[in-house]
């Protein structure tokens, strides 16, 4: 099956820095990519909507310049917190999805804590 | 708005027993129904789906149940067992584009 990773898996940041959270995928092209926010015990909050070579689509509510996502090529999206507060601490997951394929393959997640 | 609403929030079942989701939906627009699983700390994992057009689909031991014109569907999980303990998402997506639609999960506990 595909296989969509995610890096890091993990990450503590001070509040008021940037981090960079880098979703892959690893054995397809992944023509879309979208990235979610989890909240425990609650169920996935769709953040934004990228197409290779595309700006962003942002849902209602979402901050497109503190939330920076970028798709640059075929197997990589980035999503960038720029100036982290603790109430963006949360499960962030990316899933992918191929050209003509209607199934998204969700990566393991990353965890953010902002301290 | 909610566009798909699902039931129950939790549910504990006995191993052996059947595990019953049900998932409710309002945009007649949706036409592919997925179910995904999902671990503590782990991303959601797409466990079996369906298109309107087929009211059951069968993959071992878990089973989509798709009413049309009632706009529901379930998903029905045999001969429950512990490792099935996970938080089950029931999602759906329009004819435009592959945005998800999810519902708001069930927590599922199999007691052996």
């Known amino acids: 099956g595909a296989v969509v990773s995610q890096h890091p898996s993990r990450v503590i940041c001070k509040s008021g820095t940037s981090v960079k959270i880098e979703c892959r995928s690893l054995?397809?092209?992944?023509?879309?990519m979208f990235w979610y926010r989890q909240f425990p015990k609650k169920s996935l909050m769709l953040m934004a909507t990228?197409?290779?070579?595309?700006?962003?689509?942002?849902e209602q509510g979402v901050e497109k310049d503190k939330f920076l996502i970028n798709h640059a090529s075929l197997t990589l999206s980035t999503l960038t917190v720029t100036s982290a507060h603790p109430e963006d601490s949360s499960f962030y997951i990316c899933?992918?999805?191929?050209?003509?394929?209607?199934?998204?393959?969700f990566g393991p997640g990353t965890r953010l804590t902002v301290t | 708005q909610q566009q798909v609403k699902q039931s129950p929030q939790s549910l504990i079942v006995q191993k052996g027993g059947i595990s019953i989701i049900n998932c409710a939906y309002e945009?007649?627009?949706?036409?592919?129904f997925p179910w995904y699983q999902q671990f503590p700390g782990k991303g959601p994992a797409l466990l079996i789906a369906?298109?309107?057009?087929?009211s059951e689909k069968k993959e071992g031991r878990f089973t989509i149940s798709f009413n049309k014109s009632a706009k529901q569907f379930s998903l029905h999980i045999m001969d429950s067992q512990p490792g099935d303990s996970a938080t089950y998402f029931c999602a759906a997506k329009g004819n435009a584009g592959n945005m998800l639609t999810f519902g708001g999960g069930t927590r599922l506990m199999v007691k052996p």
């Open positions: 990228s197409n290779e070579g595309s700006k962003a689509t942002y």
């Open positions: 945009n007649t627009a949706f036409d592919y």
């Open positions: 054995d397809f092209q992944a023509t879309t």
């Open positions: 369906i298109r309107p057009d087929v």
């Open positions: 899933s992918a999805s191929g050209t003509g394929g209607i199934e998204q393959y």
